[in-house]
């Protein structure tokens, strides 16, 4: 799909309601599913990576039952029953790191897939992993096959890989037999994460605690089923404080937990940071700015608001400096690369040296440009902002919004955006 803005300013006062947490999403699907009895989940906004993981989750023998207010889900009672399919994790990092541990319980052969890169991101802690505990984790084109059982214990990974490998064993250990232990290498990067994933199993009447780096999970333990809201994500309201910062705009963001324990919370800082004004308004924030001006911030906790930052930053006054950015060359697409390669065309400012990204500020946009998605929503989608500053911006690849949020182009329209 593609997509045509113009230079144009958003209304005063926009307001826009964010879509659920992709991140919380997924983790409420997988603690009810292997829950006992029946869960009801409220507030959650079905993308492709979401669908990716009830999917894979059917084929494991889980039932969904789609209601208006939300989906109701027939746990499995930690009783996993394999149909045999290949489970199609769709571009769905989180679907398929989730998952592998969880279908390791089995002790027949599980064969996995997916699209665009996700067979090529690195899967190294499993493979290490399981072929410490001397299980088959086995790569054949685009196919990973992998069988338990997968069995407690001690399990060490480092801290500076991402946090999807620690929250699938965390998923998956509690049913073993046995006590486990995941001892975690520092530096302990994106461990909002892990905390996310230890809220969704307490709920679920999952213990585990940490200290010292060291998560202890008992074993035998049962998922405990429960209702649950899913509260907005955070990740995705660095594109409307975006907005709001290059259009010197008022921007309401609704569907925002105050308390939220996603790691992208901490957007809110870095608006300030950069000069951006934040209020606290009834269930959200609102956004405005004066001036905004460069800064430097660490993204290892929150590697998803890259792509907003780095636009953002475009129209800052002086230099932004972002460190610990290595992971964004392995998601759906090399997220440095590519928005250096698009900020580049919009004749921005910007470089990178191995983990750090600079950008140089404030440019004015050229006009009459043709810019490329990657194939990657988050690249989308903040290209779109950007978009509305200059004349006669054509964006390709748009559908890409539909991993995380299908509804993205109707709320910029709400927001006074026009485009073709």
Known sequence: MRVHFYRQKIKENARVTLPSSKSLSHRALIVAALASGDSFI???????????????????????????????????????KYDGEILDCNESGSTLRFMIPIAALLSEEVKFTGHGRLMERPQTVYETLFQEKGLLFEKKDSVL???????????????????QFISGLLFALPLCKEDSCIEILPPFESASYVRL???????????CS????????????????ADTVVEGD???MAFFAEMALIHKRTVDVCNVNHSSHQGDHVIVDFVKQMGGHVEEIDNGYRFSA???????????????????????????????????CERLRIKESDRIAAMEEELRKLGCDIHSD????????????????????????????????????????????????????PGFFDDLKQMGVKYD
């Open 42 to 80: 409220r507030g959650i906004t079905e993308s492709k990576d979401t669908k990716a993981t009830m999917s894979v989750l059917q084929h494991l023998g889980v039932r969904f039952e789609r209601r208006e207010d939300g989906i109701l889900v027939h746990g499995c009672s930690g009783k996993l």
């Open 145 to 163: 096959i992998v069988q338990g059982p997968l069995c407690g214990g001690r399990y060490c990974v480092r801290g500076d890989v991402s946090s």
């Open 197 to 207: 994933t230890m809220d969704a199993l307490e709920r679920a009447n999952i213990h």
């Open 210 to 225: 940490m200290l010292n780096q060291q998560l202890h999970i008992a074993g035998k333990q049962n998922y405990a089923c």
């Open 234 to 236: 955070d990740s995705q």
């Open 290 to 324: 004066d001036a905004i001006h460069g800064t430097e911030i660490s993204l290892a906790d929150c590697p998803d608001l890259g792509p907003a930052l780095f636009a953002l930053a475009t129209q800052c006054e002086g230099t932004t400096i972002f460190t610990h």
């Open 354 to 405: 191995g983990g750090t990204v600079i950008v140089h500020g404030a440019t004015t946009l050229k006009s009459s440009v043709v810019l490329n998605g990657h194939n990657d929503h988050r690249i989308v989608m903040c290209l779109s902002m950007l978009a509305t500053l200059a004349d006669d911006v054509t964006i390709d690849g748009c559908e890409a919004v539909e991993k995380s949020y």
